[in-house]
């Protein structure tokens, strides 16, 4: 007797339902897929309908051009390929292709509107039809998400599996507060292809219930955004099609699963520490760094840190690929109370960013690896930081230190180095117009960034002075909403917001990080203080707070009359605390064995 199984799909982008071909077409490649385990397996269908919703929602031009930008900009999108160009000025009238591609997704997080409709049409299905499974694509993925997420929802007993998924990127998860919870389903599958062109993202989720499968396919144009090829992947056909096809076998794979997850231990503490002295161009090299690095990590072993739990990374292998490699690995399977720390030696800087109509709206503060080029591809910023971040569990602890500055600066023969670069002068012209009244240079205005930062508006620890720079480690392009609607958001779905981890900057925003040179070595003059004071307070089993240690720092350098003020931020429960993991000097460290004599 043939088995049925109960499938909701929501189809995704480019007006699918014109086709009338894609339901057969999915439910074929579904059951053909599915029966690779259970043979006697069928597929009974059913399908969500949601084009005549964005056929009544408005959709301007102008609006358009700004949340495009914002859609391309948002830090992890994979190129756009043969889908549409990069859009250069205001878009005029809205070619088709965009209207039912980027321009869904769009109106979908414009419209608040929409979205509540659109979601109303996935739950009253799951009640009509309570599918033991939802296949959600693209789109589609981004409605049957909102609506999994919800307490109303009924599901329990439900799988989730989205493919070709934009739910990961910025622009989208500045809708749900900053940060993705799970869904209230048995499990969730999310099929990832690196070569989707669709403005697809990787998704870090920290829950038993949560799997992503990498799925890669090229295939010219964007046919690597095709749903039936994710459909009938193997590594699909492998992984969540063998779960629920329901077999004994595999109900078997499926409690492995867990266990796995349950009994993998995870690493407590890890600690990647950057320095870079040699950069390319003589006039940027420093001294210091690399003894800030081997400092910090003898500090981090005094504090109870294992060898084997610290990276470094040095000079010409701190490129801005090698650093995100590495965080990669600082950053993945962390879990409750896990500690990690990052920690950097060397220059910063501040790019101007260009938004809408070629208009520079924005700064990213940013770390400057030794291929450093000025452009955000050889840069390390936030956009490139905070996927990694930002959904780190709660309750485990991050830090990140940084020796640098980002207002530029020069290195004065018989002075103190400064730790940062000032740009080339056509990308500082970036920042500045002419005034004709004063017949002078000045800063440009940054209104048009201001008014599209949402919560962080009017808070300069996470925007700078100028109102519109993005700091590291503040996740800005996810906190989007209005402060009244994020705080709604979050209370709605349970959560506080993207992680945010504790921070420790060398400066203030304007002014200079300075070396300093003890006896015949360098230092950061930061790091050095830094590592005294806070080993000073191991010795008295009297560990500072975070605030009382960048107090007792920044007055150490004034005695000192180092003009740089030590930042923190984070959470203010945590400030209030010493550091995390490091709250004591290591006991019991094996000695070193003593060479045999010569002879």
């Known amino acids: 007797m043939s088995q049925i199984l109960e499938v909701l799909c929501v189809h995704g982008i480019g007006h699918q339902e014109a086709d009338a071909t894609w339901q057969s077409d999915w439910t074929r490649t579904l059951r053909d897929s599915l029966r690779a385990w259970r043979p006697d397996l069928e597929v009974a269908a059913s399908f969500v309908a949601y084009d005549d919703l964005f056929e009544k929602a408005p959709f301007g031009p102008l609006d358009t051009a700004q949340a495009l930008w914002k859609l391309l900009g948002s830090g992890i999108w994979?190129?756009?390929?043969?889908?549409?160009?990069?859009?250069?000025?205001?878009?005029?009238?809205?070619?088709d292709r965009v209207r039912w591609t980027a321009g869904m997704v769009i109106q979908w997080v414009e419209n608040e509107r929409l979205r509540t409709s659109a979601r109303a049409r996935v739950l009253q299905m799951i009640a009509e039809r309570k599918p033991a499974l939802v296949v959600a694509h693209s789109m589609g993925s981004l409605i049957a998400y909102d609506a999994l997420i919800r307490a109303e929802v009924k599901a329990e007993s439900c799988t989730f599996v989205s493919l070709g998924s934009q739910i990961g990127n910025a622009f989208v998860r500045g809708v749900f507060g900053g940060r993705l919870v799970p869904t209230r389903t048995q499990a969730w599958w999310h099929l990832f292809n690196r070569h989707d062109d669709v403005f697809t993202a990787p998704i870090r989720l920290a829950d038993a219930g949560f799997h992503q499968v990498d799925t890669p396919f090229d295939i010219k144009g964007i046919a690597d955004h095709d749903a039936l090829q994710y459909l009938a992947h193997p590594a699909t056909v492998n992984g969540p099609w063998r779960v629920v096809a329901g077999g004994p076998a595999t109900r078997a794979v499926a409690r492995g699963l867990q266990v796995f997850a349950r009994g993998t231990p995870r690493p407590q503490r890890r600690a990647l520490l950057v320095g870079i002295n040699d950069y390319p161009r003589k006039e940027d090299r420093l001294e210091g760094c690399l003894n800030d690095v081997f400092l910090m990590s003898s500090v981090l072993q005094d504090a109870g840190f294992r060898a084997e739990e610290i990276r470094v990374v040095l000079d010409g292998r701190a490129t801005a690929a090698g650093i995100r490699s590495r965080l990669h690995w600082l950053l993945e399977d962390v879990g409750d109370h896990d500690v990690r720390l990052?920690?950097?030696?060397?220059?910063?800087?501040?790019?101007?960013?260009?938004?809408?109509?070629?208009?520079?709206?924005?700064?990213?503060?940013?770390?400057?690896?030794?291929?450093?080029?000025?452009?955000?591809?050889?840069?390390?910023?936030?956009?490139?930081?905070?996927?990694?971040?930002?959904q780190l569990p709660y309750k485990s602890r991050f830090v990140a230190i940084f020796d640098c500055c980002h207002s530029g600066g020069m290195t004065r023969h018989g002075g103190p180095r400064v730790r940062g670069i000032a740009p080339p002068d056509d990308i500082r012209h970036r920042s500045l117009?002419?005034?004709?009244?004063?017949?002078?240079?000045?800063?440009?205005?940054?209104?048009?960034?201001?008014?599209?930062?949402?919560?962080?508006?009017?808070?300069?620890?996470?925007?700078?002075?100028c109102g519109a720079c993005h700091r590291l480690g503040r996740s800005v392009p996810l906190r989007s909403l209005e402060r009244t609607q994020y705080v709604a958001v979050r209370k709605k779905l349970g959560h506080e917001g993207p992680y945010l981890p504790v921070i420790l900057q060398a400066s203030a925003e304007h002014q200079f990080s300075y070396e300093y040179r003890h006896g015949v070595a360098s230092y950061g003059a930061f790091t050095f203080a830094l590592a005294e004071i806070f080993r000073g307070g191991l010795r008295r089993q009297q560990p500072l707070s975070v605030e009382a240690l960048a107090r007792r720092v920044g007055k150490r350098l004034e005695e000192l009359e180092y003009d740089q003020t030590p930042q923190v931020v984070g959470p203010k429960a945590l400030l209030s605390r010493p550091l995390p993991g490091l709250t004591r000097l290591r006991s019991g460290v094996p000695r070193r064995r003593k060479a045999p004599a010569p002879g």
């Open 78 to 95: 994979h190129g756009v390929g043969d889908l549409f160009s990069r859009p250069r000025g205001p878009l005029g009238p809205i070619p």
């Open 342 to 390: 990052f920690y950097y030696s060397g220059h910063g800087a501040q790019i101007p960013r260009y938004g809408e109509n070629e208009e520079v709206d924005r700064l990213d503060e940013c770390l400057v690896p030794h291929d450093f080029d000025w452009t955000p591809e050889r840069a390390f910023t936030d956009d490139q930081f905070w996927s990694l971040y930002s």
């Open 433 to 465: 117009r002419w005034d004709s009244e004063y017949q002078m240079w000045v800063p440009r205005d940054f209104e048009r960034g201001r008014r599209a930062i949402g919560y962080t508006r009017n808070r300069p620890e996470y925007t700078g002075d």
